[in-house]
């Protein structure tokens, strides 16, 4: 590490006047003086190269340069020509040329690419540069192109190894500030650029300085890493006409935002000009994380990229920056910079110089668009009707009317189902009820063995029998498989009920459940409380256990975290999540009646962003083949350990998802009556389920699962040979979470009879 010494903070040579230094000829000469110093005279062989380029026609070989230049010098004191610098951190005295020539020389072969009078225009420009880690490779390229004549340089932060994977650098400058690297490696390329410091980095107190202090800025360009800096550094280049251009070393993105030209103009492209500027002003570490994603378009992040993002924090500790995407970077905007400067570029606007795009091979691969039109296998209901005439003729005790048949049916349509597939279709038919399961997606990884379509009926059989208690009806099913109509499910007949034996009257919560995603409130259940949740399971040969210490939550949190992203990172289990349960649409104009809409499964905007990055299927690949994805992990398991309690519902060996869609519904219901939330956690069952058979998992999948249910097991303890085992999350919630929409009753009932 460098101690602390000013020789770190220096990074002006300095430029000995030729005055002083022939006063001193003689008895005191600048060699005696600088004796300590490495002395590099090459003042020489410049004026000789020099020479040269003045005369390209005459193709001057060595010796005839030889001649010339003793020639000019017979009558003179070399060392009293040129000029003298001394680089007090290198230690090194240079004898070179005067400024014009030296300018006119390392200039030379920008001609006519820059002619004299640009090269000239360019030498009168003042640029700033925010962050010098991108930012040192423009700065460099700037002014090896010397695309200006002062450079103000800005960054506090001090170099590191790890910055050397992209920072063209030696090792020796480690733990210097990157503007005092940078200026130095520009001065000892040109020692007449004129480059000022800020090595305190931006503040609010010194950002009108750098922008304005001994000559306004002619361009602003933006490397740097904070949020705020860069919304502020615009707001205040925009009033002072400052154009302002940023890179971001991924697909080449490049950002110019003219108000030299468009006083008027948003900052950032306006896409932030729908949040309130009190956000903006105060801007809390969750909304940085979404804010940035705005402003990067995050869609159109390259795949590796935005797998990183979801990385930060997890497998890595910043985002990634790669030295050939920052060089590129330094060329673009160094270009970009010099035809602003020059008055031939006059545009503003977001370009990508995307170089796995424009160099790529001939067939090209497409980005994945996920489908949003959700696909369903249509119910063909003369078939299911056919079925239902089939079945043998029986009494019936009550015909219902059309008022109630409807409601009854709507109730059922309010049970949850998992995606929100809505399994279910309903015929009316002399007096019976019939329900179906069709018009369901295709979901292949996460239906297994009619698990989820079962519970999902079962559930809202139940929504049937309590609404039809409501109504004054006992309700009972006949359960089958039908060998003639595999996808009849059960036959519901109706008597008249004495008495309403549905006590705590749930009917009227039907219509108001929905699922809450969200972190919950600290909350202890009471043992009233528990009794009347442990109630709901009367007549079912099902068992609850409620778990509520803390640590055994936040070990069933951890469970859940890390299946529900197996599963999603499951080439079928993507498939199934990401096109056929989440809908992509949003919006007012359509009214969404499948699926689930992103705002409503994310549990918050963080949750949501990493959805709407993994939804990419080449994203979930990387992340599967790095082991990656512990954020989304470890975002589901916090919400989830926020429980006042987890209810694990588990049928009888013989028993069937059928019954425990049942006694979720009804414990739900009774949740709500508490005034508590709920949502089922799915994933760890349908994994654990699938493991048994090891249907399409590979092996990686299957150690995982594996050593996810032992630990499943070690919480929620079971006799061997039992059914699988529901979790049902129940907590108190601080928001009132909105319901999903539902099929219409047109789309789901089918009334066939006359009698009504
Ligand atoms: C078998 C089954 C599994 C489910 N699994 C999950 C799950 O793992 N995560 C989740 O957030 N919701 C899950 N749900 C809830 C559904 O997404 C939800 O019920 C559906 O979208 C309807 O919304 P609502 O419950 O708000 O009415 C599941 C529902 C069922 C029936």
Redesign the pocket.
Known sequence: MHAETTLNTIYRPVLIPKEQYAARQGSHSLTNEYSHALILDLFATQYKELIKVRTPRERLSDQQLDDLYTQWISEKNADLEGCWVYYPWSNRLLHILDQDEFIELRTARNRHKITLQEQNKLSQCKIGIIGLSVGHAIAMTLATERAAGSLRLADLDTLELSNLNRIKTGIHNTGLNKSVITAREIAEIDPYLDIECFTEGITTDNLHDFLTRNGKLNLLIDECDDFEIKLRCRDAARPLGIPVVMETSDRGLLDVERFDREPKRSILHGLLDDIPQERLQNISPADRVGLVMRISDVAKVSPRGRASLLEVGQSISTWPQLASAVTLGGGVVADVSRRILLGQFTDSGRYYVDLEQIVSNSSRTHDINVNSNITTNEFDVGRAINAVYSLPEIPVAVYLPKDHIESIVEAGS?????????PWKWIYCNGRLHLFHGNSRSLPF?EFKD??TH??LG?AFQNVVIKSAELGYHASAQIFPANHAPDLIATIEFSPLAENRDEPSLAPLIPL?????TAGMPYKLTDTDLDFLRHAAPGVNARIDFIQEPASINVIAQI?GAC?LLAMLHEQGHTDFFEN?INWRSGTDEQIEN??ELV??ARDPVHAMALSILKDKKIAGILQDIDGGNLLAGQIARTIAASACIAAISVSPDGN?FDA?RI?QNLWLRANKLGLSA?????P?ILFERMESGDGLNAIEKDKIQRLSTLFKSIIKRPAGSGPV?LLRIHKSSTI????N?LALDKILFVVNDEI
């Open positions: 309010h049970a949850p189902s998992f995606g929100n597939t809505q996460f698990i989820v519970f999902a559930a459940r929905a699922t809450d995603r859940v529900d349960t699926g689930i409503r499964v998802p869609g979720v949502e089922i956690l799915y994933s069952v529901f979470a909105t319901k999903t539902r």
